[in-house]
């Protein structure tokens, strides 16, 4: 199992910036892709971003493309999401996922450890 921690959330003004970081612990942070998924308020859970183990491989929703930026730092354990141009349709709490094996993956399903989630609020 893989313990993982959010951080950097907080109330930003529409077309500001906010870094999320995703610090793990447990299983070796190298041997898994990771993901970054939202959720607002009545809405599923959904990928926004993912990254390979290696981080040579990265994936980004249509809606974030162009704005957030996904990377991975092997040597701290740390994951981390660049988000720039925020839009208020960007608001809910962010949580970062380990994946089930090395790959970039799209679905909850393939993750198998999630963090408790970080809220991001972003007004208009």
């Known amino acids: 199992q893989v313990q993982l921690v959010e951080s950097g959330g907080g109330l930003v003004q529409a077309g500001g910036s906010l870094r999320l970081s995703c610090a793990a612990s447990?299983?070796?942070?190298?041997?898994?892709?990771m993901g970054w998924f939202r959720q607002a308020p009545g809405k599923e859970r959904d990928i926004v971003a993912a990254?390979?183990?290696?981080?040579?491989?990265?994936y980004y929703v249509d809606s974030v493309k162009g704005r957030f930026t996904i990377s991975r730092d092997n040597a701290k354990n740390t994951m981390y999401l660049q988000m720039n141009s925020l839009k208020p349709e960007d608001t809910a709490v962010y949580y970062c996922?380990?994946?089930?094996?090395?790959?970039?993956?799209?679905?909850?399903?393939?993750?198998?450890?999630w963090g408790r989630g970080t809220q991001v609020t972003v007004s208009s």
């Open positions: 996922a380990a994946g089930i094996g090395a790959g970039t993956y799209y679905y909850p399903h393939q993750y198998d450890s």
């Open positions: 447990g299983r070796a942070f190298s041997s898994y892709g």
């Open positions: 990254i390979s183990a290696t981080g040579i491989n990265r």
